[in-house]
């Protein structure tokens, strides 16, 4: 039986580690970029009458950054709120990203916010969710298809500091 013989043991792992060697491997890189956001226009919530405290908001967001990889990128970007109280979970997302030599389309595929209140008023929020760009080029083409992750944080009334990590495989070899 091959398998107990020793040589064919060291065999078959030295050809292994030789195959391993020189193949092409991959390593996942994270970049990450912040983003200065203001909101546009007003965004009410729109109730929907089926129970107390539910509701939709629709939310139309600018931004803009000045982080290395995306500086002096713009966003647009629309957003869809299902809210349960101070509670609201993500149903739609989608936008673009446009600097000199580049452009990408982001989908957003999932995210929630929790709002902080105090006294019965919103005093802040903590949000957080996931994507992935959709289509990227120039500069930014080596995003495209790459997942991502983002957290907000408030900055004043209609602005917020959102922190995205991408991750992207780099094939090296």
């Known amino acids: 039986m091959l398998y107990r013989n020793p040589w064919f043991c060291s065999c078959a792992i030295g050809a292994a580690l030789a195959f391993l060697a020189f193949a092409p491997s991959a390593v ?4 990450t970029y912040t983003w200065t956001c203001q909101d ?8 929907l009458g089926d129970k ?3 509701s939709i908001s629709v939310a139309a967001v600018s931004c803009h950054s000045k982080s290395e990889s995306m500086s002096g990128a713009l966003l647009t970007g629309t957003y869809i709120w299902e809210w349960n ?3 609201a979970v993500l149903l739609s997302a989608t936008g673009v990203i446009r600097k000199p ?3 990408m389309v982001y989908q957003e595929t999932g995210g929630s916010i929790a709002l ?4 019965g008023k919103v ?12 289509l990227a080029t120039g500069s930014l083409a080596a995003l495209a298809g790459t997942p991502y992750t983002w957290t907000v944080k408030p900055a004043g009334p209609g602005q917020s500091t959102v922190e995205v990590k991408n991750t992207m ?3 090296s070899k």
């Open 28 to 31: 996942a890189q994270e970049v």
């Open 40 to 47: 546009v226009g007003a965004n009410p919530p729109e109730p």
């Open 52 to 54: 107390d405290g539910h």
């Open 85 to 87: 109280g101070p509670n």
């Open 101 to 103: 030599g580049a452009t």
């Open 116 to 119: 902080t209140m105090t006294d």
């Open 123 to 134: 005093t802040g929020f903590t949000a957080s969710g996931k994507g992935y760009e959709k």
């Open 169 to 171: 495989t780099a094939v």
